[in-house]
């Protein structure tokens, strides 16, 4: 992969302003494609944008919402062209809780912002991609949408939908050259796992780390590579596949 891996392509990347979204984003721009970088965290984004410079912008965007996600692909088509590369990344992950006491607006808004994120995504941004004769989709699941987490019902629940519906969006995208894979990472050192209260907060979960066959956490960059080489041509003959980065986690 070099400068030029990318050139000629427009890239969405959503839940870019830290974290995979924000790796992923500089990494597509550093090898030559031009970005939409997208978030509800309107600052940070603009800063990540801002460093990336002339091939990216930013667009503040509720996943969730379908009429945001219309003008998530004017401003890629306006400022860049049709949309080659689209990464479902927004994500949020609950503080764990016994199933009996998660209630139904919690359970639905992880549904709302992991999952139905994924189908809005990939319906808004595909005819685009069917306009300029193909493109790639890479959905964001995790280690949790392949194997259960306790605590996790919504998390888990929206995370195997998504492996589900990369699959299917593989088969029906296949005659127009869309490839659709999905990417489970396991645990990464993002905001995300970040929790409140520095560096002693974060023990905890560097200890579970510990007892992984790579015995540490991964780094949003080490996620990127993953997502950016499935974006890729080299991955041309990969659809509705699922791919860990997880250290070994679900070994
Ligand atoms: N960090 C991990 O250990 C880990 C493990 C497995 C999977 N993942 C997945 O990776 C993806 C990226 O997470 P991350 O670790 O970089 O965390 P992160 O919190 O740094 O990034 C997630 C981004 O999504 C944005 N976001 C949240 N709700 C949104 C909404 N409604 N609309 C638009 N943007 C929204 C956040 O503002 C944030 O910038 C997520 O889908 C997450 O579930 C992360």
């Keep these: 992969m070099d400068s030029e891996t990318f050139l000629g392509d427009v890239a969405i990347v959503t839940g870019a302003a830290g974290g995979i979204g924000a790796a992923t984003a500089r990494m597509l721009a550093a090898h030559g494609a031009k970005i939409v970088l997208t978030d509800i965290k309107q600052a940070l984004g603009t800063q990540v944008a801002a460093d990336i410079g002339e091939a990216a912008?930013?667009?503040?965007?509720?996943?969730?919402?379908?009429?945001?996600?219309?003008?998530?692909l004017s401003v890629a088509e306006d400022s860049f062209g049709p949309v080659s590369i689209l990464v479902n990344n927004a994500g949020i992950a609950p503080t764990p809780t016994p199933l009996f006491e998660v209630s139904e607006a919690d359970y639905r808004r992880v549904i709302e912002i992991n999952q139905i994120s994924c189908f809005l995504g990939?319906?808004?941004?595909?005819?685009?991609?069917?306009?300029?004769?193909?493109?790639?989709?890479v959905n964001v699941?995790?280690?949790?949408?392949l194997k259960a987490e306790r605590?996790?019902?919504?998390?888990?629940?929206?995370k195997f939908a998504v492996t589900g519906m990369t699959k299917v969006a593989a088969l029906d995208l296949a005659?127009?050259?869309?490839?659709?894979?999905?990417?489970?990472?396991g645990l990464v050192d993002t905001p995300m796992v970040r929790p409140?209260?520095?560096a002693a907060a974060f023990e905890p979960i560097l200890q579970f780390a510990s007892g992984l066959p790579i015995p540490r956490p991964g780094s949003p960059a080490e996620i990127?590579?993953?997502?950016?080489?499935?974006?890729?041509?080299?991955?041309?003959?990969?659809?509705?596949?699922?791919?860990?980065?997880?250290?070994?986690?679900?070994?």
């Design 196 to 198: 409140e209260g520095g």
């Design 175 to 185: 005659k127009d050259n869309i490839r659709v894979n999905s990417v489970h990472p």
């Design 122 to 137: 990939m319906k808004t941004v595909a005819p685009s991609m069917i306009g300029r004769g193909g493109g790639a989709i």
């Design 224 to 251: 990127a590579n993953l997502i950016v080489f499935l974006a890729s041509k080299s991955a041309s003959f990969l659809t509705g596949g699922s791919y860990a980065a997880d250290g070994g986690w679900t070994l």
């Design 151 to 158: 605590g996790a019902i919504a998390y888990v629940a929206s």
């Design 57 to 72: 912008r930013f667009v503040a965007h509720d996943v969730s919402d379908g009429c945001d996600w219309k003008t998530v």
């Design 141 to 145: 699941s995790s280690v949790a949408g």
